[in-house]
């Protein structure tokens, strides 16, 4: 080998290098973690960002919601009174990113959750920062009251908005994910979770 390619190698055998790790932190480096929230911390998610919980007394209603999280589960109860001619809700909404950063999950099929139903309706929504009047894709929660865990998947594009026009979820713009509990009437609620991540 002579001393010119002998050169070359030498100076093109770190540009290699660091190319290749540069291509390996994109790779693996970006994508987003599976868990969402394993509630292991009491203040904040899986992510690092703090739980906030919000309910229909900022419309009107009288709903009431207490949260303990203990030993890597959050359970949830309270006593739903509506506001005058809406559904009433109290919920929680986990963080994917700082408030109004999109968190691309393009890479996943949907949410996971690990839930425990005692009484109540639930729901899921996936919270895009494309979505301004609040009608973010939901889904209803189907599990039996049985006070068990399930296993609930559900795929981004069963997720729908309940008033305004049906455009399809854009998982590379969500912001939070929120879990819902709902009544048109006066009513109770009571669950637990054990972990939500995306799949």
Same mark, same amino acid.
């Given at each position: @080998?002579?001393?010119?390619?002998?050169?070359?190698?030498?100076? +093109?055998?770190? *540009?290699?290098?660091?190319?290749? *790790?540069?291509?390996?932190?994109?790779?693996?480096?970006?994508?987003?973690?599976?868990?969402?929230?394993?509630?292991?911390?009491?203040?904040?998610?899986?992510?690092?960002?703090?739980?906030?919980?919000?309910?229909?007394?900022?419309?009107?209603?009288?709903?009431?919601? %207490?949260?303990?999280?203990?030993?890597?589960?959050?359970?949830?109860?309270? %006593?739903?009174?509506?506001?005058?001619?809406?559904?009433?809700?109290?919920?929680?909404?986990?963080?994917? =990113?700082?408030?109004?950063?999109?968190?691309?999950?393009?890479?996943? =099929?949907?949410?996971?959750?690990? +839930?425990?139903?005692?009484?109540?309706?639930?729901?899921?929504?996936?919270?895009?920062? =494309?979505?301004?009047?609040?009608?973010?894709?939901?889904?209803? +929660?189907?599990?039996?009251?049985?006070?068990?865990?399930? %296993?609930?998947?559900?795929?981004?594009?069963? @997720?729908?908005?309940?008033?305004? =026009?049906?455009?399809? *979820?854009?998982?590379?713009?969500?912001?939070? +994910?929120?879990?819902?509990?709902?009544? @048109?009437?006066?009513?109770?609620?009571?669950?637990?979770?054990? %972990?939500?991540?995306?799949?």
């Amino acid at each position: @080998m002579n001393n010119r390619k002998a050169s070359a190698l030498i100076f +093109i055998q770190p *540009l290699l290098l660091s190319t290749l *790790l540069a291509s390996a932190s994109i790779s693996f480096g970006s994508g987003m973690a599976l868990v969402v929230d394993d509630f292991s911390n009491a203040q904040q998610t899986s992510l690092g960002f703090p739980r906030y919980f919000v309910n229909d007394t900022m419309a009107g209603g009288n709903t009431t919601t %207490e949260q303990l999280v203990a030993k890597g589960v959050i359970s949830t109860k309270g %006593e739903i009174v509506p506001p005058r001619g809406q559904p009433g809700w109290a919920s929680i909404a986990l963080p994917l =990113e700082a408030q109004g950063t999109p968190k691309d999950s393009s890479a996943f =099929e949907g949410v996971r959750l690990l +839930i425990k139903v005692n009484s109540g309706n639930l729901s899921v929504s996936a919270n895009s920062t =494309e979505v301004s009047n609040f009608d973010y894709h939901v889904a209803l +929660i189907a599990v039996a009251a049985d006070g068990k865990f399930h %296993e609930v998947k559900i795929p981004f594009s069963a @997720m729908k908005r309940s008033w305004s =026009e049906q455009t399809p *979820l854009n998982p590379k713009t969500l912001n939070s +994910i929120s879990i819902t509990a709902y009544d @048109m009437a006066k009513g109770s609620f009571d669950f637990a979770v054990d %972990e939500v991540s995306f799949y």
